[in-house]
């Protein structure tokens, strides 16, 4: 999402709109207090405190509600943690202020919380620097050593210089922290600008961007204070200059821009387009229901599980009873079945919809039973579908569980089942890569991806169509050749998708998938060599 279009949101237009509000009356009360001196430390203490408090707050609603599995979840719990500890550093220091209504010392115990907020600060700036895993490029790496020099020969001549000439041992404490926090700031604001350029223009990248600034901003206040305070020209003799108020306007917004950026965030979240990309099959069918008729086609016996998916709770209730009238479908779309049935000798995965019972689409496999004189004598039919209340289903018995899977290998669903399972894990797999690409660098690159992707197949002949965000498979090939074809491109994808996100992160993600997997789907995955998380890059 762009600046316009972020702007266009209400939610996040009303939060900018009250916080340039809030740092105006912060302001005003500062240059025009309503009650001399003591008013302007009053309004300058009090906007510290409320603007670093709202920026915790904001922050620790993100890390709360960010599921575990997600990167992003330890980066805020980090950022987090620092900014309480900033907090509180702002408390203290209003408490010496307002409250005692005395100069705050220097070492204070506010001190101590500000040195213990950078730990995790520089800690969560890292971590997401790592995973962008962007190489820049050499105008970039020129740019941040030229910035890096000259701000650190500026800060050794103007701030460190001074402070080691005038080093007193028995201010030892003094003078650390004096070096320690303009130190602190220049190794900051590299990491901050470092991050900046690996950025591109994905959904987040523009949160990231205020968060980013916010630091900055941040850096540049601290370094300002650091020289002020040493040459005596902070609020000399306890009297507001421009300086000393440009700092303390710093720090303010540099905790508005914070909360800025992470307020953006949660609205992205909530309004993220998911991508969907389908392809030309139904569902795969989850649970396996064993029914089986006599010859007039009513039901004899059945798994437990039958009676969640027809919603009745006493099998006297449907024993005896025609199948078509159960399943609530058309009788003639069951004779058609019993006779293809009889005349082919297996049904094998046929796709039939329900009206009123709880799952709507049913995969049909059925294998015919004849009695010794050769004779039909019924049917064995498995029923695969997704129950709405799976929690609620009985498991087959072993028995049932050995029937199923000899009816259906015999009726060859097994291989139409391993093929729609091969198929959807390649689709949930590219889905992954979309989506990160999205959120990292945009929809531009995100479609490239899958440019890049139709031209490896074109490459080799493979009969894979993609248009906009529909992917068509086809459906004729030897599983041996679909698994060979699918690790081909998924390969070819990680590639795509490590480059320009990062290959630690894709490759969490890719494990992610995995564990969600039912296991028969994940072993059917591994015999066919799919996976290729972990495997060098194509």
């Known amino acids: 999402m762009e600046l316009k279009g972020l702007f266009q949101n209400r939610s996040f237009a009303t939060f900018l709109i009250v916080m340039v509000f809030a740092f105006a009356i912060s302001t005003a009360l500062i240059l025009i207090p309503f009650n001399g001196e003591p008013g302007k430390v009053i309004a300058k203490n009090i906007a510290s405190v409320v603007f670093s408090l709202l920026t915790f707050w904001f922050f620790f609603k993100s890390w709360f509600f960010t599921e575990t599995y997600d990167l992003s979840k330890g ?17 203290v220091w209003a408490f010496f202020e307002v409250i005692l209504k005395v100069e705050t010392p220097f070492p204070s115990i506010a001190d101590l919380f500000w040195v213990l907020g950078y730990i995790p600060l520089f800690w969560g700036l890292s971590i997401r620097y790592r995973t962008l895993d962007v190489t820049l490029d050499r105008q970039q790496k020129r740019s941040i050593l030229m910035f890096s020099a000259t701000l650190f020969l500026l800060i050794a001549y103007f701030v460190i210089r001074p402070i080691l000439i005038e080093f007193d041992p028995q201010r030892l404490g003094e003078n650390l922290l004096n070096l320690f926090y303009p130190l602190s700031d220049i190794v900051l604001l590299v990491l901050t600008c470092a991050i900046l350029f690996s950025f591109g223009k994905g959904r987040f990248a523009l949160t990231w961007k205020f968060i980013i600034f916010g630091f900055i901003m941040m850096s540049i206040a601290d370094l300002l204070f650091s020289y002020l305070s040493w040459y005596g020209l902070y609020y000399p003799d306890g009297n507001i200059n421009a300086i000393s108020f440009l700092v303390d306007a710093g720090y303010n917004l540099s905790y508005i821009l914070l909360a800025l950026g992470i307020y953006a965030y949660g609205i992205l979240l909530e309004i993220r387009n998911v991508i969907k990309l389908k392809a030309n099959y139904g569902v795969l069918g989850g649970s396996k229901i064993l029914i089986f008729t006599d010859s007039r086609e009513k039901v004899i016996s059945v798994s437990d599980n039958f009676m969640l998916l027809i919603g009745l709770q006493d099998k006297s209730m449907f024993m005896k009873r025609g199948l078509h009238e159960l399943l609530e479908i058309d009788q003639g779309i069951l004779d058609g079945l019993i006779h293809t049935l009889r005349h082919r000798g297996l049904i094998s995965n046929y796709l039939i919809r329900a009206s009123d019972i709880e799952a709507k689409q049913l995969f049909f496999t059925a294998i015919p039973l004849f009695n010794p004189q050769g004779g039909y004598d019924g049917a064995a039919i498995i029923l695969q579908t997704e129950l709405n209340e799976k929690e609620k289903e009985t498991p087959l018995t072993e028995e049932q569980r050995g029937l199923v899977d000899f009816y259906l290998k015999m009726a060859g669903a097994n291989a139409e089942q391993e093929s ?31 440019s890049f992707i139709a ?46 996100v990062s290959l630690a992160l894709l490759d969490k993600e890719m494990k992610r998938i995995d564990q969600e997997l039912r296991p028969e789907i994940l ?16």
């Open 523 to 538: 072993q059917i995955v591994d015999q066919s060599g799919l996976r290729v998380m972990g495997q060098v890059a194509y």
């Open 75 to 91: 980066i805020w719990g980090l950022f987090t943690l620092g900014i309480f500890l900033w907090a509180v550093a702002e408390f």
């Open 455 to 500: 031209q490896k197949a074109k490459e080799k002949s493979w009969d894979v169509q993609i248009n906009n965000l529909e992917i068509s498979i086809p459906v004729d090939y030897d599983i041996q050749i679909l698994s060979s074809m699918m690790s081909h491109l998924l390969r070819a994808g990680r590639t795509f998708t490590a480059n320009i």
């Open 420 to 450: 729609l399972a091969l198929k959807a894990y390649f689709l949930d797999q590219i889905n992954l890569m979309y989506e990160l690409v999205y959120e990292f660098n945009g929809q531009y690159l995100a479609n490239s991806l899958l």
